[in-house]
C-alpha cells in the first residue's frame, strides 16, 4: 500500500496521543526485584591502576613522613580530632542561653509596659516582638542544622535476609564475607532453624557497605560438607539507599552455597505523595 | 568499452563506497569514544569516595588525593584516586572514582599514616590556574613540558610548614629531572617549586 501524506499525518497524530496517553497514566510504585546469579568461582572484574605516583614513590614519601613524625616524650598527652560541628554545637547553645536572656528581658520589659501606655512605648513592645520572630528564626536555623546532621545522613545499606530450609541437610552457619576484608558468621539456633522451616525469614546481615560493583562471598557450613565451597554474588548496592539480598536456603544440596538462589531488590522508604 | 569492464568499474566503486564510509564511521567514532568518559574535577569524586570510605571503616578520613588519568588544561580528569586511612584499623585504602562510580577499591599495600587533609582545600583547577597565573610564562618556555600528576596532601613537600594542605603539581620534561611546583591549598598560592 503506498502512503500518503494524510497517512503520515495520521500515523503521526496516532503515535503522538498513544506518547501523551502513556505520560499521564499513573506511575506504579513497587521495589523491583532482580534475580542475582549465583556463582561458584569468584568474579573477575576489570582493575585499574590507583594512586600511581603514590605507590611508585611510596619509599620517598615515607622518608618524608618520618622526618615530620614527633619522636615520643614519654608523657601522656593523647587526643582525639575533634569533630568541627561539636565545637559549633558549644557556640550554638552560648548563642541559645543568650537568646534566652534577650528574652526574658524581653518578658521583664514587657510585664512594665502594662504600666506605661504612652506610644513611644508601645512602638517598643512592636520592636521587641519583631526581636522575638527573629530569635525564633535564629532557634529555626539552628535546629534545621542539628536536623540536617543526625537526620539527614543516609548512607548506603546492605540487608542480607535467608528463607526456606533445605530438605536432608542441616545448616549451622551462614559467612557473608565483603571485599573489604569484614566477614559476618550468624551461627543457627534451633529456634532460627525451625522458623526457617515454618516459613520465616531471617536477617543475617545489616551494615555499612561501599557504594560500588562488588562480590559479596557467602558460605554455608553444616554436616554435608567436610569443607565448605564459597560461592559469590554480585552487586551494585545504589547509593544513600538499603539493598535487599534474600537468600533462598530450599535448593541447597550437595553443591552448597552455590545451590542458592538469591534475588535482590532496592528498598524504597520515600514517602508518598502528601506526606513529605 | 565493454559490459565486464563497466562491471568492473562498478565494483570498485562500491568498495571505494564502503571504504569511505568505513573511514567516516571510524572518525566519527573516535571523538565519541574521548566522550565516553567526562573529566571532572578532584573534588567532585570526594563525597561518593568519603561515603564508601565510612562504610569501611567508620574513622576513615581523606589524606590523599591524586589524578588516577592524565589532567587537562582546566586541572580536570577522568579519573581520580581518593585515599583514607583509618587510625582504628590502621589500614589504607584507595577508591578511584570516574563518571559517579567507584570503579576500584582496594587496601594500600604499606603503612601510610599520613594525617588527615583539611577542609576546605581549593579544587585541582584553582591550583593548576593558581600555577598558570604565577609561572604561566616560564613553564610556556621549557619545551616538552608536561603536567603529568596532581596530588594533594599535607606534610612531606612543605618544608617550612608541614601542616599546611597542599597541592603538589609535577611537570615532567624530557631528559630532565621533574619540575615540582607546591600550591598552598588553602590560600591558593603557589609555595615553592623545584626539580627532583
Known amino acids: 500500500m503506498r502512503l500518503t501524506s494524510f497517512h503520515v499525518r495520521a500515523i503521526a497524530f496516532l503515535t503522538l496521543g498513544a506518547a501523551l496517553a502513556a505520560a499521564a497514566a499513573p506511575k506504579v510504585h513497587a521495589e523491583a526485584q532482580a534475580e542475582v546469579k549465583m556463582e561458584r568461582i569468584k568474579p573477575e572484574r576489570e582493575k585499574y591502576e590507583t594512586v600511581r605516583f603514590l605507590k611508585q614513590n611510596r619509599d620517598f614519601v615515607r622518608r618524608r613522613f618520618d622526618l615530620l613524625r614527633e619522636k615520643p616524650v614519654g608523657a601522656s598527652g593523647d587526643a582525639g580530632a575533634i569533630d568541627p560541628r561539636y565545637l559549633e554545637y558549644s557556640k550554638m547553645l552560648a548563642a541559645v542561653l543568650a537568646d534566652r536572656d534577650s528574652v526574658t528581658r524581653a518578658a521583664e520589659a514587657r510585664d512594665r509596659l502594662t504600666l506605661l501606655a504612652s506610644i513611644t512605648e508601645l512602638g517598643q513592645l512592636e520592636t521587641q516582638l519583631d526581636q522575638m520572630d527573629r530569635l525564633l528564626a535564629a532557634q529555626r536555623g539552628r535546629l534545621g542544622i542539628l536536623q540536617n546532621d543526625f537526620t539527614g545522613r543516609q548512607q548506603t545499606a546492605l540487608v542480607v535476609v535467608a528463607s526456606g530450609w533445605p530438605a536432608g541437610t542441616t545448616v549451622d552457619s551462614i559467612t557473608i564475607a565483603l571485599e573489604d576484608g569484614s566477614h559476618t558468621t550468624v551461627t543457627l539456633t534451633d529456634a532460627q532453624r525451625a522458623s526457617l522451616r515454618d516459613g520465616g525469614v531471617l536477617q543475617l546481615f545489616h551494615g555499612f557497605v561501599e557504594p560500588r560493583v562488588q562480590a559479596f562471598e557467602l558460605t554455608l557450613a553444616g554436616s554435608r560438607w567436610a569443607a565448605p565451597a564459597p560461592a559469590w554474588v554480585t552487586l551494585d548496592p545504589a547509593r544513600d539507599r538499603i539493598t535487599f539480598l534474600k537468600l533462598d536456603l530450599s535448593t541447597v544440596a550437595q553443591g552448597g552455597a552455590a545451590d542458592m538462589s538469591a534475588r535482590t531488590w532496592i528498598h524504597d522508604e520515600s514517602l508518598p505523595p502528601g506526606d513529605s | ?196
Open chain 2, 1 to 196: 568499452m565493454n559490459r565486464a569492464t563497466h562491471a568492473a568499474r562498478r565494483g570498485r566503486g562500491t568498495w571505494r563506497l564502503a571504504a569511505g564510509i568505513a573511514v567516516s564511521l571510524v572518525l566519527l567514532a573516535a571523538p565519541l569514544a574521548a566522550k565516553d568518559h567526562a573529566a571532572f574535577a578532584a573534588r567532585s569524586g570526594v563525597e561518593l569516595a568519603r561515603e564508601a570510605a565510612v562504610a569501611w571503616a567508620a574513622d576513615a578520613v581523606l589524606v590523599y588525593v591524586e589524578n588516577d588519568e592524565s589532567v587537562d588544561g582546566s586541572g580536570s580528569a577522568v579519573r581520580w584516586g581518593y585515599l583514607f586511612h583509618s587510625p582504628s584499623l590502621e589500614k589504607s585504602r584507595a577508591y578511584s572514582v570516574r563518571d559517579g562510580k567507584i570503579v576500584t577499591a582496594e587496601n594500600l599495600e604499606m603503612r601510610f599514616e599520613a594525617p588527615a587533609l583539611a577542609d576546605g582545600w581549593i579544587d585541582s583547577g584553582a591550583a593548576l590556574a593558581a600555577v598558570e597565573k604565577e609561572a604561566g610564562k616560564t613553564l610556556a618556555k621549557t619545551p616538552g613540558l608536561r603536567l603529568s600528576t596532581m596530588l594533594l596532601m599535607r606534610g612531606p613537600f612543605q618544608d617550612g610548614d608541614p601542616d599546611r594542605t597542599a597541592w603538589t603539581l609535577i611537570y615532567t620534561v624530557p631528559e630532565q629531572p621533574a619540575l615540582f611546583v607546591l600550591v598552598d591549598a588553602v590560600d591558593g598560592k603557589v609555595r615553592r617549586s623545584w626539580r627532583g
